[in-house]
């Protein structure tokens, strides 16, 4: 340890009486291999003082001017708000190492402040430097050391301790200075790393800046009198030690920005595009900072930002060497006080925005799916933002903060992006709507609805597909294909006769669906009648449902014990079959298509067909005019995997009555399974199949209905009566499909999405098989899915704690909220649904902490 000394002595003041200097500087290298203690969620963020982040447009504008000035207007103000205010300066990345070291001017300029102003109370100001590369810290040791291209513990250290005329014991205004990573060259930190070494992975980079966020947050909630500011390196988009861009690198945090601007000759255009920069992002930038150039460039930025941000100018910062910049920073006071105003209303609003929104969202909101007596204000989730799979919640234990929270419903099972592709996606969608706006669709074509409808049928339609027809949701793509499917039907049996003869207004004929119990098709009137009976069919709900189908009870199969089982409905003969026939050992062996061939095949197309003769049997019963399942699984009806075997000869005997076939993957589409399609899983494919949800990365609505030409050929003729006369004013839009084409692409390429295998037709396992075996065996647990995207598990339970309206996991799920996990159940089902570029170590983060809980479950 080197340990540096010296004294010095204040000039005669009745205001001060001694300057104390200790400069401290410690050397170490951590010689512990023993992990420390379990800290708190590394990337929660402290709201219990104002925390903003300094961005400029480019670098050399005077970031680190701008954290000075604003430390001094903090600290040093005439009528600070106590005598022991904090101000908590963060420098995450620093090159040009030591001789350039942002940290160390502002604690420099800060104590010349101090020395020049002379405050009547204590302050003290310390610098801290972690980490530094192999060649930095070289520069400050002046030798070398052992781990060429490794980062060293620098941990140096210098501090100044001020005592002025009313010092109380302990009691201080403090300025703590830190940076966390520093390189000796002044290049940009992505080659620093290349030429110098020291790799700091992101992940790595936000741990560490987020403990040093928690610096000051322990003092209670709602102070106003500490400070915290982390400055960016270069510009906004300058390249961080990974080569991620910065504006992507801190994005998780969100915090609240200062945006430095040129105010030279181009500046204008260089601080607009760094203001979009972050907008696009979805920071928050809440005043524009500009040094004086004679330009006068804060006027046609005002005029741009429409007076929404303000924009504040501060005097020519001296251009000689040798000014220590003193009368400019008092030259400066005012304009750094409004900022620190500005900041300071800006941090108020929004902790009061956040501690009402809960009271107003449940005084006016109608939430869907919500009993609001059940919604007691205080479980009320204040959600932020969003960066990838993680919602950023608000929330209050006796600080403010905000918590990640892991979005394991995937927002109503239409979420898939990572941290990028939101970026690529906010991108694409910005510029699609500031190309097209919306335009018409029908008898028009334009790029993005063209390129999506072709990647459509080159993707989830391969092989069968040859039309799509756009509309904005799920339900409204099942209406569509319920028309498409009667249509069909009506030709292929006759009930139309002549195609072409438009005089059929008055006709009609009962057409009935063929579906299974447990299926959800969608909440509009059309699409709910094509499914059996349910909570949400009941006449509370829907007093026009009458049930237009026949609906078959499915046999299902689950995980109990570590063994997948075979339940199988009433009315299917199984004397005669094997053990082998009703258990598995893996999910390949009840997908495999060996089993067309069994006993069991045959006991279902018996079944089937039994249950189709009794059925169209029956006086004044209709035509079954379409068959339509949510292939493998059914979504809300409680995540039951439903026997591939039995979809797949339930197709092939509607397809040996010419009897259209609807898959409705609005929830197993694009890799939510683990195919792209369900129907690669069934192996058998259908006349038409709807998709939604995950098509557009779950950024924006959008859903198509994918048909066979020979659907499309039923509404062909002379007359426009005979076309499918259905649409929606944003049919097609071009946000929407610009979003559907670079999801389609992102998840199917294994440049970008590493869960694809290398044969791409299906995504690696992403749930551990040992842990789902575990939490299948546990005795809280009635049965397990596990397939693609999706981990399903149902609770054992009895009585009215069984079945959708069941309150009986509310317990378990609010525990998960505490551990970082947001579940949404069905039931006394509950379900984890990651997206197709989660890791798998994400995905069995996600089973410890279930696991963990239901160990200590007691039901509510």
Known sequence: MLLLSSLFSSSSSPHSRLLLLRLHIHLRRSISSSPPPSPPPLLDLPLSHPIYTIWASNTGLG??????????????????????????????????????????????????????????????????????????????????????????????????????????????????????YAWREAISPHLAVEREGGAVPDKVLLEVLGRCLRIGSEDGRGRMDVWSVVETAGGVASPGPSGTLQCDLYRPF???????????????????????????????????VIEDHGLVNEVPLLSYLGNRVPVLVLP????????????????????????????????????????????RAGDIFWWPFTQHK????????????????????????????????????????????????????????????????????????????????????????????????FSDNGSTAIEVALKMAFRKFSLDHGIILDSTDPNTTGKFIEVKVIALKGSYHGDTLGAMEAQAPSSYTGFLQQPWY?????????????????????????????????????????????????????????????????????????????????????PVVHGSGGMHMIDPLFQRVLVNECRSRKIPVIFDEVFTGFWRLGAESASELLCCQPDIACFAKLMTGGIIPLAATLATDAVFNAFAGDSKLKALLHGHSYTAHA??????????????????????????????????????????????????????????????????????????????????????????????VIYLMCGPCTSPETCSQLLIKLYRRLEEFKPS
């Open 546 to 630: 009458t049930g237009k189908g026949l609906f078959l009870d499915p046999p299902t199969i689950f995980m109990c014990d570590g063994i997948w089982k075979l339940s199988l409905p009433e009315g299917v003969q199984s004397e005669k079959l094997k053990q082998e026939e009703l258990t598995f050992q893996s999910r390949g062996e009840f997908f495999s298509k060996i089993r067309d061939g069994s006993s069991l095949a045959g006991s279902y197309s018996s079944f089937i067909s039994q249950q189709l003769s009794a059925y169209s049997g029956l006086r004044g019963f209709g035509h079954i005019g379409a068959l339509i399942i949510e």
């Open 374 to 469: 059940l919604v007691p204000e205080e479980t009320v989730t204040v959600i932020d933002s969003r960066c990838g799979e993680n919602f950023s919640v608000h929330k209050v234990q006796n600080n403010d903060f905000i918590a990640q929270q892991f979005d394991a419903c995937a927002s109503w099972w239409t979420q898939g992006p990572d941290a990028t592709l939101q970026i690529e996606l906010a991108r694409d969608v910005g510029y699609a709507a500031a190309r097209f706006g919306h335009v018409m669709f029908p008898e028009n074509v334009y790029e993005p609805a063209l390129e999506c409808a072709e990647l459509l049928l080159e993707g989830v339609g391969k092989g069968w597909a040859s039309r799509t027809f």
């Open 63 to 180: 970031k680190t001017l701008v954290s000075t000035g604003l430390a001094a207007a903090t600290l040093l103000s005439p009528f600070p708000s106590s005598d022991s205010a904090k101000f908590i300066y963060i420098k995450p990345v620093q090159t040009g190492f030591p001789s350039d070291s942002d940290s160390a001017f502002v604690f420099r300029k800060f104590s010349q402040l101090v020395l020049r102003r002379r405050p009547s109370f204590a302050v003290s100001a310390s610098n801290h430097v972690l980490k530094a590369s192999a060649s930095a810290a070289e520069a400050v040791l002046g030798f070398g050391s052992e781990g060429e291209g490794e980062l060293r513990d620098l941990g140096a250290y210098e501090e100044r301790r001020l005592l002025g005329e009313e010092w109380a014991a302990g009691a201080a205004s403090e300025l703590t200075c830190k940076t966390m």
């Open 735 to 828: 946000m929407g499909c610009t979003a559907a084409v670079k999801s389609i692409k992102w998840f199917k390429d294994p440049q970008t999405n590493s869960n694809i295998t290398s044969e791409g037709r299906l995504l690696r396992e992403l749930w551990d098989a040992e842990l789902v075996h575990q939490i299948s065996s546990h005795p809280a647990v009635q049965r397990v899915v596990a397939l693609g995207t999706l981990f399903a598990l149902e609770l054992q339970a009895e009585g009215s704690n069984v079945g959708y309206g069941s309150l009986y996991a509310r317990s378990l799920l609010l525990k998960l909220r505490e551990d970082g996990v947001y579940l949404r159940p069905l039931g006394n």
């Open 254 to 288: 969100r915090l609240p920005a200062i945006l430095v601007g040129d105010g030279r000759l181009g500046g204008i255009s260089g601080t607009i595009s760094a203001y979009e920069s972050l907008k696009l992002r979805g920071y928050d930038v809440v005043a524009i």
């Open 316 to 359: 020519p910062v001296p251009q000689d060497p040798s000014d220590n910049l003193m009368e400019w920073f008092d030259k400066s006071q005012a304009v750094f006080s409004s900022l620190k105003e500005i900041m300071l209303s800006v941090y108020s609003e929004r902790i009061q925005r956040f501690h009402d929104m809960p009271k």
